[in-house]
C-alpha cells in the first residue's frame, strides 16, 4: 500500500467512527494453534479426533447447500434458516473489549461472521476454555442498529427491523447442531502484539448450543462483508500449517506482512454462487488429478460448480481431510491401490476408506504413488506426510482423504507445508512448499 494511503488510513484512525487500523498499513503476525494441541493425545487420538471433526464439518457444509427451486418456491418458513459450516481445526487467540480480555477462537475461512458467546447474560453456553466475555464491563461495546449495513450484511431474513426491538439480532445454525443466537455488536478487538482496531461487527451470543471445540467462539475469515479480513480493510492474508503431528504454532499474517516467494505459483479463484451462505467460500478451479504419472481420467464436471450453486471445489481451514466428489474419488482411490498393489486393510478406525496394510508393520515401507492436483494455471504437488496417514501400532497406511456427495474441499491436511496467500483484490490465490515453523 503506498504511505499515501497509510497516512490517510492514520487521519481516519483518529476519527472514532471508523473501524479502520493501521495494521492495514504494517500488517499482523498471529499464531494459530491446532484445536487439539492442548490435550494430551497420542498420535492416534489427534488422527481420530480429526477424522470426527472432518466429517462434521463435511456433513454441515452440505448442510449449507443451496436451496432446491422447490423449496425456493414453496413460501415456507425452512428456506430463511441460515445453515452454515461448523467444526473447529485451527485456533486463534486474540482479546475483545476495553480493558482487553483474552479469548480463543476458532479461525475459518468458510464463514464470515465474528461471535464469541456474552455473558449479557447468558442464557445457555457451552464449556470455553476461558472467562466469557461481559459487554457491561467493556468501555467500547456498542450495539448496532438494525437498519444499517453491518446488520443488513448478515443476510438473514430471519428477522425483520422492528420499532420496540431497534437492535440487530442475529441467529446462525451449523450443520453438526450447533448453533449460536444472539446481538450484533461492534467491539474494540486486539491483535498479535498489541495491534488494536475499533468498531469491528461481531456477534455477541447469549444462547449457544454445542460446541467450537475448546474454543469460546468463531473468527470468519470468509469473502463476506462481515468476515475479520473484510473489516479490517486488508488486501491479502496468508498462513502456513505446521505439519499434523507437531505441536508448533502455524502462523497467520494480515496485510502487507503476507508475502510468498517470486517461485510461488498462483491459481485464480473461481467466480462465487451469487449470494447464500456459499458466497462465503473460497472456490478455486480443480481441472484434473495426477497419480504417479497419470492424469486420471475424471469427468470435469465433477469438480465445477453448477448454476444453482452446487458442486465446485474449495479450499478450507476447517476440513481436515480433503473431500472428493464421490465419483472422482472411486477414481483416485482405485488409481491408488493398484499403483501401491498391498492388501487392503480396515481404517475404520481412523475414519478413512482406503487404508493398506504395511509389509511386516512398517508403514514407512508403504510405497505410494505422486500426487498432483491440476488447478487452474498451477500444479498443487503433495509430500508423502500429506496425503499418508499412517498408524505405525496396527501396521496400517491410509490415504488421507474421503468421499462425499455435493461439493470438493482441500483440507488442511493436504494444506499442511505449504504457505497459502489469499490476494482479496486480484482474486488469486498463491502457494509455495515452506518450513513453516520457522517463518
Not at 139 to 157: D, Q
Not at 303 to 332: K, W, Y
Not at 364 to 385: C, I, S
Request: proline fraction near 7%; glycine fraction near 10%.
Amino acid at each position: 500500500m503506498a504511505s499515501g494511503s497509510c497516512l490517510l488510513l492514520w487521519l481516519l484512525l483518529v476519527l472514532p467512527s471508523f473501524p479502520i487500523s493501521s495494521a492495514s498499513c504494517r500488517g499482523i503476525r498471529l499464531e494459530l494453534t491446532h484445536a487439539d494441541t492442548g490435550g494430551d493425545f497420542t498420535g492416534i487420538e489427534r488422527i481420530r479426533r480429526a477424522a470426527d471433526r472432518s466429517h462434521r464439518r463435511v456433513n454441515s457444509l452440505l448442510a449449507a447447500a443451496p436451496p432446491s427451486p422447490a423449496t425456493l418456491q414453496s413460501g415456507g418458513a425452512d428456506e430463511t434458516a441460515a445453515v452454515h459450516a461448523s467444526a473447529a481445526t485451527y485456533l486463534v487467540d486474540l482479546a475483545i473489549g476495553t480493558p482487553p480480555l483474552p479469548i480463543t477462537a476458532v479461525l475459518d475461512t468458510g464463514s464470515d461472521l465474528i461471535w464469541t458467546q456474552c455473558d449479557a447474560p447468558c442464557r445457555k453456553c457451552f464449556p470455553q476454555p476461558t472467562p466469557m466475555y461481559a459487554p457491561a464491563r467493556s468501555a467500547t461495546y456498542a450495539n448496532v442498529s438494525c437498519r444499517s449495513s453491518l446488520c443488513e450484511a448478515l443476510r438473514n431474513p430471519r428477522y425483520h427491523c422492528s420499532a420496540p426491538d431497534p437492535g440487530c439480532a442475529y441467529y446462525f445454525s451449523y450443520g453438526d447442531g450447533t448453533s449460536t443466537d444472539g446481538t450484533l455488536a461492534t467491539e474494540t478487538l486486539t491483535l498479535g502484539s498489541g495491534t488494536t482496531v475499533r468498531g469491528i461487527a461481531f456477534g455477541c451470543g447469549t444462547e449457544n448450543l454445542g460446541s467450537t471445540d475448546n474454543s469460546s467462539g468463531l473468527v470468519g475469515m470468509g469473502r463476506g462483508p462481515l468476515s475479520l479480513a473484510s473489516q479490517l480493510g486488508i488486501t491479502r492474508f496468508s498462513y502456513c500449517f505446521t505439519p499434523f503431528s507437531d505441536k508448533t504454532a502455524s502462523p497467520l499474517f494480515l496485510g502487507p506482512s503476507a508475502t510468498l516467494s517470486t517461485t510461488a505459483q498462483s491459481t485464480p479463484f473461481a467466480p462465487n454462487p451469487a449470494g447464500g451462505r456459499r458466497s462465503s467460500y473460497y472456490y478455486l478451479t480443480l481441472e484434473g488429478i495426477t497419480v504417479g504419472e497419470t492424469l486420471l481420467p475424471i469427468d470435469p464436471a465433477a469438480f465445477q460448480l453448477s448454476p444453482m450453486g452446487g458442486g465446485g471445489f474449495i479450499i478450507d481451514s476447517g476440513t481436515t481431510f480433503t473431500a472428493l466428489e464421490e465419483r472422482a474419488f472411486v477414481v483416485l482411490a482405485r488409481a491408488v491401490a493398484a499403483r501401491v498393489g498391498l492388501p487392503l486393510a480396515s481404517g475404520a478406525h481412523l475414519g478413512l476408506s482406503l487404508c493398506f496394510a504395511a509389509p511386516e508393520g512398517k508403514t514407512e515401507a508403504v510405497d505410494v504413488p505422486r500426487l498432483v492436483f491440476h488447478l487452474d494455471g498451477a500444479d498443487m504437488v503433495f509430500p508423502r506426510e500429506s496425503y499418508v496417514v499412517e498408524d505405525r501400532n496396527a501396521g496400517v497406511a491410509c490415504l488421507g482423504m474421503v468421499s462425499m456427495r455435493g461439493m470438493s474441499v482441500l483440507g488442511s491436511l493436504q494444506q499442511q507445508s505449504m504457505h497459502f496467500l489469499y490476494d482479496l483484490d486480484g482474486g488469486v490465490l498463491s502457494f509455495e512448499p515452506a518450513e513453516c515453523g520457522e517463518l
